[in-house]
């Protein structure tokens, strides 16, 4: 079976180097561009499973370049943060952002992160394989949207399909297989398989954030998955 194809940005050639070199050797396919324009190229000739982008570039920073992607693409990204820049984690979360890992880059952390993602995507993917035609499909509704549980597809109202990201659809399926239980954030990072907690992270209420902006009908006063107070989230 062929490994998967990893796209890595950044503007550093040493690093790009010493990223395509570990991985390469763990197996994996991996090519290295050393900015937006070049991210651009690539990907109008291939389809990588999983991109790995530098947040600070010249001329065009990464997280202009997510934005730009995200109009068009749910591909997994994990964006390289200088370590103190919280900020660049924040945004590019908001944008849809898959994770993020801070530089000086540790290696085998990449790698358990990279491992992590596509996990979650070939769990994805083996369910929407699974669907046959005529079979009986879990359709699961979340505000005005629907849920298609075996083609990991986000519908409208009208049909219309909301992209959404692997890490977006890990966590409608975690609140529909808890509805109406409290859960906490640390819960919500386990069930999803995401990484471990960190003391800042507010990784999870970011992403929720992302998607009441999809599901609800007014984001600023949710009434599909609801703010617990002090604990967590509920799906009601």
């Given amino acids: 079976m062929s490994m998967p194809y990893i796209l890595i940005c950044d503007d550093e050639e040493d690093l790009r180097e010493m990223v395509i070199d570990y991985l390469e050797e ?29 947040v600070r570039m010249p001329r065009e920073s990464g997280i202009t370049a997510l934005a730009k992607l995200r109009a068009e693409s749910c591909v997994p990204v994990i964006m390289l943060t200088a370590a103190s820049a919280i900020v660049d984690r924040v945004v590019g979360l908001e944008l849809g952002a898959d ?22 995507m070939e769990s994805v ?28 597809r986000l519908f409208r109202e009208d049909n219309d399909e909301i992209p959404i990201t692997s890490m977006e659809f890990a966590l409608l399926k975690t609140f529909a297989s808890n509805r109406g239980r409290v859960l906490s954030r640390d ?5 999803a398989h995401d990484r471990g907690w960190e003391p800042f992270d507010r990784s999870i209420d970011l992403r929720i954030s992302r998607l009441r902006n999809k599901i609800e009908k007014n984001p600023k006063k949710p009434e599909v998955i609801k703010t617990v107070r002090g604990i967590g989230y509920r799906f009601v």
């Avoid at 993020?100 to 996990?119: F, M, N, Q, T």
């Avoid at 929407?128 to 990991?152: K, R, V, Y």
């Avoid at 819960?187 to 069930?191: A, D």
């Fill in 125 to 152: 993917q083996v369910g929407a394989d699974s669907t046959t035609t005529g079979e009986s499909q879990s359709l699961i509704p979340f505000g005005h949207c629907t849920l298609d549980m075996n083609s990991a």
């Fill in 187 to 191: 819960q919500l990072l386990e069930l």
């Fill in 99 to 120: 994770d993020y890992i801070g530089k000086p880059v540790d290696l085998r952390e990449l790698e358990a992160r990279v491992k992590s993602i596509l996990r979650r």
């Fill in 26 to 54: 763990r197996g994996y396919r991996v090519e290295g561009v050393p900015d937006a324009e070049g991210l651009r190229a690539a990907l109008r000739k291939t389809s990588p499973a999983l991109i790995i982008l530098d």
